[in-house]
């Protein structure tokens, strides 16, 4: 994708000397100016640095990249006037040392309401047809903001009237900053959505050691032990990729000249008895469609950066033990990724037993399957190899403050 380069003063010069007479009035010359100031907004700048095997993501048309939107959106990620009482942020439940995810079985907003799942980590968002855990509505990551921004059942950053918008053109950063991204447009609730959204979109992960192995030809980034786990998640015994699969790890991905796919899953975490006694928000796609067979189906998520993102599933039923979590003064010493993996390994352990008996599960995908407890170790530890390191900490994602 080739940069704009059009020079600015001949953009200017045209613009405000073409049918503008001496004794039109000043606004006419302003006018001009905000135009000039929208053609630049709407000119992509942006080069997409992909890792090796990553195709483009699609971008929406009205939505067009650009490095002023999306510096724009990272200050406003981690922007606590982007709340209706000052205290959180959208960084305040997606850290990016978590892949910006934030560790919990469920979040809380404001008001410390809890969310009926778990927040998903960001890592790769880009490359999603569909949203959040069972919303197949939440089809870009414009739609979804208004979610955490407006929603009531949870309240989360509990911006139920427009009162951020005055907050955010009160501080002397973000005037200039909208302009840069938007024109004339200026500090808009459409343009605070449009600017997160690019930012999340910046968010590509691509460089674990399973894709210096795969992509970029370094044979020794894998240990023996994780190419046997490889083999097994691809295998027709496991069968993991048939939910996580493509360079994504999901089987719900769109990208540009790709068709879009997006599928819904019961994995037999719970078994109807459960879902009989849970709140209507909890039941998975059926609470949008009301359908029962769609009773605990949940859309599979990216196993990208799996080894910072537990508790896993969408209600955190699988988190490690006190004496290997590092967060509790049980696991004083221990690591993420002694957390992680004594959580995965009652993950492969789940899925191995064929999960609980459930109306809805897809028994020809979730059904047990035979390994021993070394193999599961071996599966483990190239889940563990999904993790990419620099994607934590680069700076590119980090807080402007």
Not at 2 to 23: A, D, E, M, Q, R
Not at 60 to 72: F, G, H, S
Not at 277 to 296: E, H, I, Q
Not at 319 to 337: F, I, Q, S
Request: glycine share 8%; charged share 20%; hydrophobic share 35%.
């Amino acid at each position: 994708m080739k940069s704009f380069s059009f020079p600015l003063i001949t953009l200017f010069s045209f613009l405000l000397g073409c049918n503008v007479l001496p004794f039109q009035k000043k606004e006419n010359n302003q006018d001009m100016l905000l135009a000039a100031l929208g053609i630049l907004a709407s000119a992509s700048d942006w080069v997409w640095d992909l890792p090796p095997g990553f195709p483009i993501p699609t971008v929406p048309a009205d939505n067009p990249m650009t490095k002023a939107k999306v510096e724009l959106g990272r200050h406003l990620f981690y922007e606590k006037k982007l709340s209706g009482n000052g205290t959180m942020a959208c960084s305040s439940c997606h850290f990016q040392s978590l892949a910006f995810a934030d560790g919990k079985d469920f979040p809380s907003g404001i008001t410390s309401q809890p969310h009926p799942r778990n927040a998903q980590h960001l890592s790769n968002v880009a490359y999603m047809p569909r949203l959040t855990w069972s919303n197949p509505k939440m089809s870009s990551l414009e739609i979804q903001a208004r979610a955490p921004m407006f929603g009531e059942t949870p309240v989360e950053l509990g911006l139920q009237n427009n009162n951020f918008l005055n907050e955010l053109a009160s501080n002397s950063i973000y005037p200039p900053m909208f302009e840069r991204a938007f024109g004339g447009s200026g500090i808009t609730e459409q343009n605070v959505r449009f600017a997160l959204a690019s930012f999340q979109r910046s968010m590509i992960s691509g460089n674990s050691r399973y894709d210096q192995y795969t992509f970029r030809n370094n044979k020794s980034a894998l240990t023996a032990s994780e190419i046997r786990g490889l083999n097994l998640f691809n295998g027709e015994n496991a069968e993991c990729f048939h939910c996580h699969g493509g360079f994504n790890f999901t089987d719900t991905s769109f990208h540009g000249g790709a068709k879009e796919e997006f599928f819904y899953h019961s994995n037999g975490i719970h078994d109807d008895a459960y879902y009989a006694g849970v709140p209507s928000n909890k039941r998975g796609l059926f609470d949008l469609t009301g359908v029962a067979s769609d009773t605990g189906k949940f859309r599979a998520p990216s196993l990208r950066n799996i080894g910072v993102t537990y508790p896993y599933m969408h209600d955190g039923i699988f988190m490690c033990a006190d004496a290997n979590n590092p967060d509790k003064a049980a696991g004083a010493g221990k690591t993420k990724a002694d957390c992680a993996r004594d959580a995965l390994t009652q993950v492969v352990d789940h899925y191995r037993s064929g999960g609980q008996a459930h109306s809805a599960k897809d028994a020809t995908l979730i059904r047990a399957f035979a390994i021993t407890n070394s193999e599961r170790d071996d599966m483990v530890n190239f889940l563990l190899a999904l993790t990419d390191e620099e994607f934590l900490t680069n700076p590119k994602f980090a807080s402007p403050f």
